[in-house]
């Protein structure tokens, strides 16, 4: 706050140096000219300028030393501020003085400059009043705890408010603790306008049951003074309690899913959370997780392609409160894929081949694609014409579909080889199969009449026949 009150200092003047020493004669040739306060509206405990002018009139007979200035509220005794052995004015020069002054409680003070010189060995006492108002103005700080775990980071919330008329600007936050590790503890912002709320989130780790945390802004106000505004709060954490729980189970499907259940029962979330499938020694399956909360449970599903039937280690890897831990638990896992099993094989000797039928039954829970039922060559055993090998296609889950094979077998060949390959859940399978062949013979041989043995039934019919019929003429012959 600047004032201007020449005719009111010129009176003070008069009023308390008494009458004019002869050296300086009927006219005052020295006074206070103004005083300049900044900022013009401190805050409570900040600390403000006030900057004097002394001016040494241009008719001044000798030159003003100055050897005291202070400043005292009105009627008061006690220095607010002091500064002694400030040098000499010429006669028509000035001298500006600054006072570094702290008003620690808001309210309207009512202060006095005063100014001690010495002007041709008599002493002159000049005497300025101002008036400072002390308020909380610009942008306001306040800061919001929640619970905390020591060593785990809690979030914290401050709200820098300007309720001001005018902008604040170059606007800086920063939090700070004496038993705690904050991350990434300064927040800038170019403006805050008038009326403009902003809310910063730090996360405080405490270290100790209680920590102080101290948020200040620095701003830049409207007239270009730089003024800092603080607020504290208390951080009080629990100890830390860990209890983790692991559960799994299977899904369902013919490949199913493992169902992990992440129970947290601690006052402290899971961090850096890692889901491990290990078979013995070897890892099945690696997942990161999301963190979990405290007092609470997260499922997760993992999902296996390696692996058909093991007992299977799940172990849970996490971060909690600043410690590491694992949890585990075991399951048996049985996977149900698309199977293909040969079923109601048939063999028969067909012109002279060995023809093979039956069923590509799928005893899986999922499809089975691009089944394939061959002949495999070996000693003795040829595939042949017209079905060497046969394309099922595919088969849906609990289904089946039939099939022809045909082979030209050596004689005293006991088994065909015959082989399935099928894609199921993406894998590819190939099994073998043994078909027996012992004792296969031609139908057409053993029905139709024609062969060996059906012309020795022929020739022992006739023959039958001829005794018949001579028995017969021999009887009647007698009669």
């Known amino acids: 706050m600047s004032r201007r009150a020449l005719p009111v200092a010129l009176l003070l003047i008069v009023v308390l140096a008494g009458l004019p020493s002869p050296a300086l004669g009927q006219e005052a040739t020295a006074y206070i000219d103004d005083v300049v306060v900044s900022p013009a509206q401190p805050t409570p405990g900040e600390r403000f300028t006030m900057t004097t002018v002394v001016q040494n009139a241009q008719n001044s007979p000798t030159n003003l030393e100055i050897t005291d200035v202070y400043v005292r509220t009105a009627g008061g005794t006690t220095d607010l501020a002091r500064v002694e052995e400030l040098g000499t004015i010429p006669p028509g020069s000035d001298l500006r003085i600054p006072l570094s002054v702290r008003l620690r409680d808001e309210g309207t003070y009512d202060l006095r400059v005063n100014v001690v010189g010495r002007s041709d060995g008599q002493t002159q006492r000049l005497q300025y009043p101002v008036v400072v108002r002390v308020r909380e103005g610009g942008p306001q700080v306040s800061v919001e705890v929640g619970d905390a775990v020591i060593g785990t980071e809690t979030p914290v919330n401050v709200t820098v408010s300007n309720g001001e008329d ?12 004496d038993s705690a590790t904050i991350t990434n503890d300064t927040r800038v912002v170019p403006r805050l306008e008038s009326g403009e709320t902003r809310t910063f989130q730090f996360s405080v780790t405490p270290s100790t049951e209680t920590s102080e945390l101290v948020a200040s802004v620095q701003y830049t106000t409207s007239d270009g003074n730089a003024r800092t505004t603080t607020a504290s709060a208390l951080l009080a954490a629990d100890e830390l309690r860990e209890e983790v729980r692991l559960d799994a189970s299977l899904g369902d499907g013919a490949r199913p899913p493992i169902v992990v259940d992440v129970t947290n029962l601690g006052n402290a979330p899971l961090e850096d959370l890692v889901l491990t499938v290990r078979d013995g020694d070897s890892v099945v399956l690696r997942k990161p997780v999301d963190s979990v909360a405290a007092e609470s449970e997260q499922t997760i599903q993992l999902n296996l392609t390696s692996v058909d039937r093991a007992t299977l280690d799940v172990v849970a890897a996490y971060e909690t409160g600043g410690r590491d831990g694992t949890v585990s638990t075991t399951i048996d896992y049985v996977a149900s894929p698309g199977e293909i099993e040969l079923t109601g ?29 061959r002949v495999v060559p070996s000693d003795g055993v040829v595939p042949a014409r017209p079905y060497k090998e046969y394309f099922v296609g595919s088969v849906p889950a609990s289904d089946f579909a039939s099939f022809d094979l045909y082979a030209t077998v050596d004689e005293g060949v006991t088994t065909v080889p015959v082989e399935v390959s099928y894609l199921a859940d993406g894998r590819e399978q190939t099994v073998q199969t043994e078909v027996d062949v012992t004792g296969v013979s031609d139908p057409t041989e053993q029905n139709g009449g024609f062969g060996l043995d059906s012309t020795l039934l022929i020739a022992g019919g006739v023959v039958a026949l001829l005794v018949v019929v001579g028995v017969g003429i021999y009887a009647y012959r007698r009669r």
């Open 166 to 177: 005018d902008v604040a600007r170059n606007v800086k936050l920063s939090l700070s603790a």
């Open 345 to 373: 094989i048939d063999v028969e000797l067909e012109d002279g081949n060995v023809h093979i039928s039956g069923s590509a039954s799928n005893v899986g829970l999922s499809d089975a694609q691009s089944v394939v039922v």
